[in-house]
């Protein structure tokens, strides 16, 4: 049996900016999307602990130590600067696979950067 199980998750990013007109995405700084293990084009779900909205779209690489998180296009309207936001991606496993699956989690600050233990 395959399922579906959380593969990647940063925890209550805030956003930085929001660009209605551009061509739909998010935009992640680059040290954010490989602590969480995502990669450029995947696909990801957001959701806005401000406002309960829930946005699937895909990524584009932010720069690197930048803190930037950008709703780009329509998913602009569905958070404002500021707001908390929490981005997951999922992957298909084996079931028995999916039981020993620790999936890559990203603490990031008020600022965006990473919190390192």
């Known amino acids: 049996m395959i399922i579906e199980v959380l593969k990647s998750k940063i925890h209550r990013a805030k956003i930085t ?3 209605l007109d551009y061509v739909g ?10 602590a969480s293990n995502i990669i450029e084009g995947e696909k990801v779900l957001i959701v806005n602990n401000n406002n309960g909205e829930r946005i699937e779209t895909y990524v584009i690489i932010g720069k ?4 930037m998180i950008c709703l780009n296009g329509a998913a602009a309207r569905k958070a404002s600067k500021g707001d908390i936001i929490i981005i997951m991606s999922f992957a298909q496993m084996d079931f028995e696979k999916a039981k020993i699956f620790k999936p ?10 990473l919190i390192l233990d």
């Not at 690197?64 to 803190?67: A, H, I, L, P, T």
């Not at 890559?104 to 950067?113: G, M, S």
Request: hydrophobic share 25%; no cysteine; aromatic share 8%.
């Open 104 to 113: 890559y989690l990203a603490f990031p600050d008020k600022n965006n950067k």
């Open 17 to 19: 900016q929001t660009e």
């Open 25 to 34: 995405s998010i935009t992640i700084d680059q040290d954010l999307m490989e």
């Open 64 to 67: 690197r130590g930048s803190g």
